[in-house]
């Protein structure tokens, strides 16, 4: 089966503007988690989707916000962006009761 | 304070043979989980093993194995038989409280391994 798809692989963005990153699940999985990842603060985690709900937040300013469809299709917006922002966006889904989470290859973010 | 300590930045290992990667973790909660990912150059997080906190047996993989000592609180992952294709980047996570509820995993920095032929 299809694993989960982050599109677009690399963006560069400049320092003010917004970028909208996107993750399809393995099909059947309600559950969408965002990390980002960058040299100085390792894996940290964003939010989590279930069911087009968050259901968990990490400790991210508000310009970091997302959403999840019906179809648990899920979005990530940055607003305002920030040099601090260049960084590798990840998403996981995973399914309930399972305790594995499977990734995408990330989106890699760069501020200018 | 560190909820996921990775002590060794970087580790080498002759092709062949194994090699261990330290996790220690903190927690007070009694129903946590522990897991290994990989991550090559190409930036993808590959699941490699997990360990329950309930789980009676070290948890085994292939070549993978999880060396897990509860009481120290420590979850190493030991690879048998190292490849060149294991040369990357290795993560232990944990997420803690039940996997109904909550999906956050909290990252250790990560060990980076080098496979020397």
């Known amino acids: 089966k299809a694993g989960v798809t982050q599109t677009p692989r690399y963006l560069i963005k400049t320092r003010g503007q917004q970028v909208t990153l996107s993750c399809s699940p393995i099909s059947g999985h309600r559950s969408v988690s965002w990390y980002q990842q960058t040299p100085g603060q390792g894996l940290q985690f964003l939010f989590e989707y279930f069911s087009e709900t968050q259901r968990n937040k990490g400790n991210f300013p508000g310009r970091f916000s997302g959403r999840q469809f019906s179809n648990s299709r899920s979005e990530m917006n940055v607003s305002t962006l920030e040099l601090g922002d260049s960084a590798l966006y990840l998403c996981a889904s995973s399914s309930s009761g399972s305790y594995g989470y499977t990734f995408g290859s990330g989106t890699r973010l760069t501020v200018v | 304070a560190q909820k996921i300590t990775q002590t060794q930045p970087g580790m080498f290992v002759q092709e062949k043979e194994a090699v261990t990667l330290d996790c220690t973790y903190d927690?007070?909660?009694?129903?946590?989980?522990l897991f290994w990912y990989k991550q090559p150059s190409s930036g993808e997080m590959i699941f490699l093993i997990y360990?329950?906190?309930?789980d009676q047996q070290n948890a085994t993989e292939g070549r993978y194995s999880l060396n897990f000592q509860k009481a120290r609180k420590s979850a190493n992952l030991v690879i048998s038989a190292s490849q060149l294709g294991d040369s990357a980047m290795y993560f232990c996570a944990m997420r803690e409280g039940e996997a109904g509820n909550n999906r956050k995993l909290i990252w250790g920095l990560g060990t980076s391994l080098a496979v020397n032929p």
């Open positions: 360990q329950g906190s309930y």
């Open positions: 927690t007070s909660d009694p129903s946590y989980g």
